[in-house]
């Protein structure tokens, strides 16, 4: 008998790569994503029952989608036999045979299916749907896409897990009564459609590279499964350069995970960071993605926020030495990022570019335009960068209140420590 341990954990690895695949091939089949995901996961559970006897296949991922797609045929023939008067009923399986089987034929002899891109970027478009809210848009991604358990998700936000099953829920309901096509939208849907697609990928990177609440600084299975996603929608899009844009920010940013804390788990800001731990792999590929993007725009296909933010990203990557980066530049491409994607938040990064390029007095006079903002109002990075102008121009008082009131702002605990140490003096 196979060791049914190391059984199980070949079973999740197996899994966790080959869900979405699984899921995108069956959703082609059915026309509706929820279905398709409960097809492919009566196929893991069927992978649990006979594994453990027969021992692990030489194709496990091909027994997967060949067993998912036999069950979506099965549910498709109970489909056309309740939908059918039962004289029409040969006519109907015969046609779903010469339609489907083949699928599964070839799926016995072949890894992998020619058009199983088309898919996985059919399911993506399909997750992100902007008729979904954000959250739900997210949380039906990483289900989807990214292979995680309701659990992992709940874990991951900090959000309790019946929560997120709610949330998964009404989105594939929602999915199904807007009646969203399972396709890749045509050229004049594509744009929107593409941006809700990288502002979910995006912000399921933030969420790891920030954590906004609890006791972790950072959450780095989100990272990297930002990183995983957006590297399959480059390898299913690569004339966007948006997706390359994105590409080079997150890899740019995952960089530095190494360097964010020290050796005491204690975080470290960009400016303090040694790096040399910053992982080199990932800069080049984030500097790669960005030459394609800048290639790109040199066919007339304009750079957007994700672009210009992954060109921040290398402007800092570049940089040997912190006193080495380029903040004109950087300055230059938030007027740049402001002008296409308008916001008091770019506004405070540029402030902060801005203090580094020309002094905390510069930027302090900027930052004070936003303090009156109301979208601001609760956002703790506002005072932190106003508290650390107001300490380098040597105000210490106004700088400790406004560490104080950052602290009292954000969730995340070892932020609220780190800017309590720097209220301190520290």
């Known amino acids: 008998m196979p060791d049914r341990d190391a059984l199980h954990r070949s079973i999740d690895s197996v899994w966790r790569i080959e869900a979405a695949r699984i899921i995108a091939s069956v959703a082609r089949m059915t026309r509706d994503v929820g279905r398709a995901e409960e097809l492919a996961q009566d196929a893991l559970l069927a992978a649990l029952e006979h594994w453990p006897q027969t021992g692990l296949p030489a194709n496990p991922a091909a027994w997967l989608m060949t067993t998912a797609k036999r069950r979506a045929i099965d549910h498709l023939r109970q489909q056309a036999l309740h939908q059918r008067e039962h004289e029409a009923l040969g006519h109907d399986l015969e046609a779903l045979e010469a339609q489907y089987a083949p699928d599964v034929v070839d799926t016995l002899m072949h890894a992998e299916q020619d058009d199983i891109g088309d898919d996985l970027l059919r399911l993506m478009f399909t997750a992100c749907h902007p008729v979904l809210p954000t959250e739900a848009r997210v949380a039906l991604t990483l289900r989807l896409l990214g292979g995680l358990t309701t659990a992992e998700i709940a874990r991951a936000f900090l959000v309790p897990e019946p929560t997120i099953a709610q949330r998964i829920v009404r989105a594939k309901r929602s999915l199904t009564a807007a009646h969203v096509p399972f396709e890749v939208p045509g050229a004049a ?35 990297g499964e930002a990183q995983r996603l957006v590297r399959v929608l480059a390898s299913l899009a690569p004339d966007e350069p948006e997706v390359q844009g994105l590409v080079a920010l997150l890899e ?80 230059a491409l938030y007027d740049a990022l402001l002008q296409v994607a308008p916001s008091p938040v770019v506004a405070l990064n540029r402030a902060v570019a801005v203090g580094m390029a020309e002094g905390p007095g510069a930027a302090l006079v900027l930052v004070d335009a936003l303090v009156r903002d109301p979208t601001l109002r609760h956002y703790h990075w506002l005072p932190s960068v106003r508290g650390d102008l107001l300490a380098k121009l040597g105000r210490g008082a106004e700088a400790r209140a406004e560490f104080e009131r950052a602290a009292g702002l954000t969730r995340n605990a070892q932020e609220k420590a780190l800017l309590l140490a720097r209220a301190a003096g520290d």
């Open 252 to 331: 740019i940013q995952a960089s530095r995970l190494p360097a964010r804390t020290d050796a005491q788990g204690q975080p470290v800001l960009l400016m303090d960071q040694d790096r040399a731990r910053w992982d080199h792999l990932l800069v080049r590929r984030g500097l790669a993605a960005l030459d394609k993007a800048e290639q790109l725009a040199r066919t007339g296909k304009p750079w957007g926020p994700y672009a210009l933010q992954g060109a921040i990203a290398a402007c800092h990557a570049r940089a040997r030495q912190a006193q080495d980066t380029d903040w004109p530049h950087i300055v």
């Open 189 to 223: 849907e594509r744009a929107p459609r593409l941006a809700s697609v990288l502002e979910v990928i995006y912000l399921i990177f933030n969420e790891g590279y920030a954590a906004t609440a609890g006791d972790d600084w950072m959450r780095p299975a989100l990272c």
